[in-house]
């Protein structure tokens, strides 16, 4: 039989086999409902930058596959290099923009990129949120600063280029560099760069790391940042310290740019290190030994050298014996026979020079050299060569107020002072009878080898008509000559080319004359008689009074030979004509 609770769940069998089949139903209901949400979640939004494989490559076109009811198609210019060549093939994973739903052709349109901007526009936001630093080329020189390119143009202030200011931006054009985003509005597409804050924060550490173990004493090796009149400053790891100009070298230096540039990389020494201030002072010298130290020991008065030309002054050229040593060669050492004005008229710098050692003063750390002391002095020899007497012919190289120069030989001069020119004229100025380049001749006088003075004359070149003027024009000689001047105590008369006697204004008449200025004017013709001649001054004494007198009496013939003769008659003569008056 048939028990009663098998006969109700026989029963109730139906209803609960149909609830069970509703549980299934509602089941696949939900789970399939689950399956399309999350299909619709993984479905690509538009704006959305997504993950893509290339499935084809036609013509004009690269069709992608995103995932979605249908592929997506990008223009094939996307895909083409600065050379015009294809990036991509078949199979190839690529990220795109979702720009749009299906076009009229039935694709999705996508961009490439569009998604590497938008890429790079995340890469910078977070670049300025983290900060990380970007690499980017600078592209150009633009007012205010530099363009760079960053995946996006960007802006470089030029104070933001490095931590000194830097004159030439066009420079940096072509390079690339690390740099901090400070500032991203993205709306506006501008970006602000600093390579100064990275510079400074490398310096910082720099700095840090240097000043821990930086002390006196220390050798350290620097790099030249930038150069100045009085030094140079000397970068150590993120601190500069100033390198002197008189701690660069033992030798002396007109400015720091003969032996640095900026970027040379230097060995220095630490002089001297203020903690507080942090000023550090430098020396290149006192890394190597005081070439002075064994100057006396190497170099002797005699001793003859040969030296290079590191400098020209005024007064003398420098020569550099050995690094930090260096000799002076004054100008009147330089040649034994040629007027120098100026050094350069015979070295330049960078000739290489032989000399010889003159003196020696370690103290003063001065070293006197000699050019002309290498060669003989020729005015050693000049006395053999030209003995007193010697007739000479030159060209005239130089008139002055007191006489002219006659070049003799190569550098030798002789002077023909302007009493040696006449035995005869009186010359006020040696240009009344030479001019500068004439060719003339000339006797040898005297030579004075020890001063360097060579002394010629003109005159000495025929004999001397004084000699002769005694037993010429004898006392109570009738002359006519020609007026030349007229002063206040007389009259001068040239009684032949060059020999002029003087008529006293007591001689000039029988009558008293208060002056002689209107009793002859120059150029007049006049005639007088010789009373007195004094070889020694060479003077002539003339009277027109005394030769009125003799004529007035008619025996001027009656004058004695000899000198004492004619005088005594002279004044017989006078003392008769003072009678008749």
């Known amino acids: 039989m048939t028990d009663e609770k098998d006969l109700t769940n026989i029963t109730n069998e139906p209803d609960r086999l149909n609830n069970d089949m509703d549980d299934d139903l509602n089941q696949g209901a939900r789970e399939n409902f689950e399956e399309l949400f999350q299909e619709s979640l993984r479905q690509p939004m538009v704006g959305e930058i997504v993950d893509g494989v290339v499935v084809q490559i ?67 936001e ?21 363009t760079v390119d960053i995946g996006v143009p960007a802006f470089l202030p030029a104070s933001q280029v490095d931590v000194r200011p830097i004159g030439n931006l066009e420079k940096l054009i072509g390079q690339s560099f690390q740099f901090k985003v400070v500032k991203v509005n993205k709306k ?30 220390q050798v350290r090796e620097g790099i030249v940042k ?21 701690d660069m070298s033992w030798r002396k230096l007109s400015h720091p740019s003969e032996i640095l540039k900026i970027g040379d990389i230097v060995s220095v ?79 330049k710098v960078g000739d290489e020079v032989a000399a010889e050692v003159l003196g020696v003063d370690v103290p003063s750390r001065r070293i006197s050299l000699g050019l002309k002391q290498i060669q003989m002095n020729p005015w050693t020899v000049i006395g053999d060569k030209y003995p007193v007497g010697t007739k000479i012919e030159g060209q005239i190289k130089n008139v002055t107020d007191f006489g002219v120069f006659i070049g003799v030989e190569d550098g030798i001069d002789g002077l023909v002072h302007v009493s040696d020119m006449s035995w ?24 004075d080898p020890e001063n360097e003075r060579l002394s010629l004359g003109i005159k000495q070149l025929i004999p001397d008509p004084w000699n002769e003027i005694p037993e010429k024009y ?75 007198a003799s004529d007035a009496r008619g025996d001027f013939s009656s004058f004695g030979n000899s000198q004492g003769e004619a005088t005594s008659n002279l004044g017989e003569l006078l003392k008769e004509e003072m009678k008749k008056k």
């Open 269 to 347: 020494k630490v002089l001297k290190y203020d903690k507080e201030k942090e000023k550090i002072s430098l020396g290149i010298k006192q890394t190597i030994p005081d070439p002075w130290l064994v100057v006396e020991s190497k170099y002797h008065i005699g001793d003859r050298i040969v030296g290079t030309v590191v400098s020209l002054a005024d007064y003398g050229a420098f020569v550099s014996l050995e690094e930090g040593v260096e000799g002076l060669v004054h100008v009147s050492e330089m040649s034994w026979t040629k007027r120098i004005r100026h050094p350069s008229d015979v070295l």
């Open 474 to 548: 004898k006392p109570g000689t009738k002359v006519k000559g020609k007026v030349t001047s007229v002063t206040d105590f007389g009259i001068f008369l040239e009684i032949e080319e060059g020999i002029e006697g003087l008529i006293h204004v007591s001689e000039l008449s029988q009558e008293k004359v208060a002056t002689p200025k209107g009793f002859a004017a120059v150029d007049d013709e006049l005639e007088a008689m010789v009373l007195n001649i004094d070889q020694s001054d060479k003077k002539i004494a003339l009277s027109i009074k005394a030769l009125a």
């Open 58 to 124: 036609d013509p004009d076109y690269v069709l992608v596959n995103i995932g979605y009811k249908s592929e997506g198609c990008i223009p094939l210019s996307e895909f083409m290099d600065e050379n015009g060549q294809l990036t991509a093939k078949v199979g190839d994973a690529v990220k795109v923009y979702f720009e749009k739903k299906e076009n009229i052709r039935g694709y999705i349109v996508l961009s490439r990129k569009k998604a590497e901007r938008e890429q790079i526009w995340v890469h910078i």
């Open 226 to 246: 930038n150069i100045t009149d009085y030094g140079a400053f000397i970068d150590l790891g993120g601190i500069d310290g100033l390198l002197h100009i008189v």
């Open 424 to 447: 005869t004229k009186r010359i006020k100025h040696p240009s009344e009878l030479y001019s500068k380049g004439q060719t003339v001749q000339a006797v040898v006088l005297n030579i």
């Open 188 to 217: 506006r597409g501008n970006v602000v760069l600093s390579r100064r804050a990275i510079l400074e924060e490398e310096r910082d550490k720099l700095k840090t790391d240097t000043l821990a173990t930086l002390t006196e004493g």
């Open 126 to 146: 977070e670049a300025v949120e983290s900060g990380a630093l970007v690499e980017g080329k600078i592209v150009a020189n633009v007012k205010g600063g530099l």
